[in-house]
């Protein structure tokens, strides 16, 4: 079978096309997936770039879709034919947050999603959505969790909230999809009036071109009568915290999501203090929120944003279209 390792010390030029021996059978509790396709998110660029050091040839690929083959002795939630999708943090199960690093998380603690079979424990995977391909399949195991836990489990989002959205990035759209699926307004934000217009198509009800508006948060209060936002899907970290600060309404939630503007800075405590919010950080979530989440878009009427999609003989390449920021939603790998 095919696989991808990243060797040392990373890079993109060091992803590896390998032609490595099938798994065999699954054992007690185990299963045997056949993949079909991954999604491309900042963790796994870090990891296939370098940034995060991982062990000489690991697999990367958080995220995996693909088919049952086979099924172990005990496992009953599965059986061959079945659409299933990789989970996050696959000891994480249910209940509240147990996991603050990536040890077993695949693609950078353990091998991950970027080869064409693999031999699991079955609770590393929950069924697919009805009528979803494996490409769309493949994008909620990390972007579509993320944001499912920020607004709904975290954030218990109600019909008529509002919540701001940043940027396009997977996380971002899979947020404003499910607050205009649950009858939330939203706001969105994007440096490009192209993609401002394609928010606007996906439902946003107002948008803010944060070049050309730099204080953006005081454009949220004037966009709310001075209220402000009741969620804030916060994705860039110290770069843009203040302004989400200054953006959320007395009393409401900013979910702390990535880091895309440096691992560390000031925060305005004050203002946050005065505000009252919940700054909450967070990373994905359990197997039992994806469950949940599974079952809600069933009944959705929202499928994940596709960009592009690159074969998987084309990850570098891949990565560099995620490198340039063109995207819009997710990238996908096909097997």
Not at 21 to 39: D, K, T
Not at 44 to 55: F, K, P, Q, W
Not at 61 to 81: I, N, R, W
Request: net charge negative; with cysteine.
């Amino acid at each position: 079978m095919k696989a991808i390792s990243v060797r040392s010390p990373g890079g993109l030029d060091n992803l590896e096309i390998l032609d490595s021996e099938a798994p065999g059978e699954p054992g007690p509790g185990e299963m045997r997936v056949r993949l079909h396709a991954s999604s491309l998110n900042f963790h796994d660029y870090l990891v296939a770039n370098g940034s995060i050091r991982t062990e000489d040839g690991r697999i990367p690929m958080s995220d995996g879709a693909g088919e049952v083959e086979a099924v172990g002795e005990g496992v009953d939630e599965f059986q061959p034919g079945d659409r299933v999708v990789s989970t996050f943090f696959p000891d994480w199960l249910d209940g509240r947050a147990r996991v603050g690093n990536f040890k077993r998380t695949p693609g950078d603690g353990i091998d991950g999603y970027a080869r064409e079979q693999v031999v699991a424990a079955a609770q590393c995977f929950t069924r697919a959505p009805e009528g979803y391909s494996h490409q769309e399949a493949a994008t909620l195991t990390t972007a579509g969790l993320t944001a499912w836990r920020a607004l709904v489990v975290n954030g218990g989002l109600r019909a008529g909230e509002t919540v701001l959205t940043l940027g396009t990035g997977g996380v971002s759209i899979f947020a404003l999809q499910f607050a205009r699926a649950m009858g939330a307004a939203v706001i969105s934000t994007s440096s490009s009036d192209e993609k401002i217009e394609k928010l606007k198509a996906l439902g946003a009800d107002h948008t803010i071109n944060y070049k050309s508006e730099p204080e953006w948060g005081k454009r949220v209060l004037e966009m709310t009568d001075g209220v402000g936002a009741d969620h804030v899907i916060e994705v860039g970290g110290p770069g843009t915290l203040p302004q989400s600060i200054n953006a959320v309404r007395i009393g409401g939630h900013i979910s702390l999501i990535g880091v895309l503007t440096g691992g560390a800075g000031e925060v305005p405590t004050a203002k946050l203090m005065a505000k009252q919010a919940r700054l909450q950080g967070l990373i994905v979530g359990s197997r039992a929120d994806q469950q949940d989440m599974v079952r809600a878009l069933e009944v959705m009427d929202c499928r994940p944003v596709i960009d592009r999609c690159f074969a998987f003989d084309d990850i570098a390449d891949a990565f560099r279209f995620e490198e340039a920021g063109r995207h819009f939603g997710k990238i996908c790998l096909e097997f």
